[in-house]
């Protein structure tokens, strides 16, 4: 009996299972070399191996033309400039060790990269850092824009959203265009309803006075 990986019964995903041989073949989505040990996923389709991770990260094939290609492709353009296409392989910013050029993903460690080109580790960890603080800096967006929009706390966000952008560019840079509107309207509006409130104080003082 055959140690090859069985398609799924409905025929849309095979299952993982152990390598019985590579043959030196690269798994298509992430590029790197597939080992003898590693589990593995054969498509029903173009019987391509892929690593049985990547197989579920892509949900389907990474074989372009394959009919078992997802139709949402899950995988960014690779966008390594001209220069870097000549290097064979690249060393791997979180644990060093070397991977193909244009791959995405560490097989060794299992970083990802935003990125093929390669990077040193202060960069790799600088995004890293990044990633981790756009889930909290979203949210304060939206505090801010809530808090512009309401007269009584206008000065207030007005105050902390122009100190907050000063010290979270790149943060602010790296958001979604969505999140990164709402902050920009939010903060002309806090500045608006804090000069028109100004403005209405200093003539009801004035007024008051005569």
């Known amino acids: 009996m ?4 069985i398609p799924a019964p409905d025929g849309t995903a095979p299952a993982g299972g152990p390598n019985p041989s590579s043959d030196g073949a ?3 989505f992430c590029l790197a070399p597939i080992e ?3 589990e593995v996923t054969i498509c029903p389709s173009c019987r391509a191996l892929h690593h049985r991770e990547c197989w579920e990260e892509n949900q389907g094939c990474a074989v372009y033309g394959c009919t078992h290609v997802p139709v949402v492709e899950s995988r960014r353009a690779i966008d ?3 220069s870097y296409w000549g290097l064979e392989n690249k060393p791997c910013p979180s644990c060093g060790q070397q991977i193909l050029a244009a791959a995405l993903r560490c097989r060794h460690c299992g970083a990802t990269f935003a990125t093929a080109r390669p990077q040193e580790s202060t960069e790799f960890y600088g995004q890293v850092d990044l990633f981790a603080r756009l889930p909290a800096a979203r949210r304060r967006v939206v505090l ?7 007269p009584f706390t206008a000065p207030i966000a007005a105050v902390w959203g122009l100190l907050w952008r000063s010290r979270n560019e790149d943060t602010l840079a790296a958001l979604p265009p969505l999140h990164a509107a709402i902050s920009k309207i939010g903060l002309i509006a806090a500045c608006a309803i ?3 409130l100004t403005l209405m104080t200093v003539l009801y003082v004035l007024v008051g006075t005569h």
């Open 26 to 28: 690269n798994c298509p």
């Open 80 to 82: 390594v400039p001209v």
């Open 144 to 150: 801010l824009f809530v808090l512009s929009i309401i």
């Open 194 to 196: 804090t000069v028109g």
């Open 2 to 5: 055959s140690d090859e990986p």
């Open 36 to 38: 003898s040990a590693d």
